[in-house]
């Protein structure tokens, strides 16, 4: 497709189960973001990876959370564990540009929606 | 106190009104600001981008940063409800920084 895909776009857990969600960028695009977004809040930044090289993940709340890239394209956000707390919209974005001229013009999914009950 | 300060309303207009929806900051390293839309159950898009001071104006959008006072709005002139949506300010220190979400105002625009 011609935009970022993300799956699933609903997910329910059961607290203290793992979870995968998945990031599909629009090719090409060399910077990958995920974003944390809470209901009536505004994203929060979690990660950023330049290609396969994660440069900043300095917004993972924790250790269970752990973001990849393997081979530059799609990633994936991992949960472990999960809380109640983690229930939010994850957002994925990308963008053409990489690190030093990512003018923050994000091109952003429609979320995974995950609810821990 | 948060980095970004946005009112999440709502805000509720009628058809054919100027709307202004605005945002202030703390930190006066900001550098590009940037307004998203976000459609309900969707991704946030971006509407408009702006480095530094001054305005930008973009059909019935003009957004406006004014780094002295640490504020930037964004107009939005003869509004139609297809602009019912939450608007989000964001802004970077840098190019190569993760961007700062407001958290957002929620728009109604009535016919």
């Known amino acids: 497709g011609a935009g970022v895909s993300q799956s699933p776009r609903y997910k329910v857990a059961k607290r203290g189960q793992d979870v995968a969600l998945r990031c599909d960028p629009i090719?090409?695009?060399?910077?990958l973001f995920w974003y944390q977004q809470a209901l009536g809040q505004g994203p929060e930044f979690l990660t950023y990876f330049q290609n396969e090289a994660q440069l900043d993940k300095s917004g993972l709340p924790s250790d269970r959370f752990f973001a990849e890239r393997p081979e530059g394209s799609v990633s994936t956000l991992k949960i472990q564990r999960t809380q109640q707390e983690d229930s939010a919209v994850y957002l994925c974005?990308?963008?053409?540009?990489?690190?030093?001229?990512?003018?923050?013009?994000?091109?952003f999914g429609e979320g995974s929606r995950l609810t821990v009950l | 106190q948060k980095e970004v300060e946005q009112d999440p309303g709502p805000l509720s207009v009628p058809e054919g009104a100027i709307v202004s929806l605005n945002c202030t900051y703390s930190n006066s390293a900001f550098q590009y600001f940037m307004w998203y839309r976000q459609y309900s159950r969707k991704g946030p898009e971006l509407l408009m981008y702006?480095?530094?001071?001054g305005n930008k104006e973009d059909g019935r959008f003009t957004a406006q940063v004014d780094k002295s006072s640490k504020y930037i709005s964004l107009f939005i002139r003869d509004s139609q409800p297809s602009d019912s949506a939450t608007y989000l300010c964001a802004m970077s220190f840098s190019g190569n920084t993760p961007l700062v979400f407001g958290k957002g105002t929620r728009l109604s625009v009535i016919a």
């Open positions: 090719s090409g695009h060399v910077s």
């Open positions: 974005a990308s963008s053409p540009l990489g690190a030093g001229r990512n003018t923050g013009e994000l091109f």
């Open positions: 702006t480095y530094s001071s």
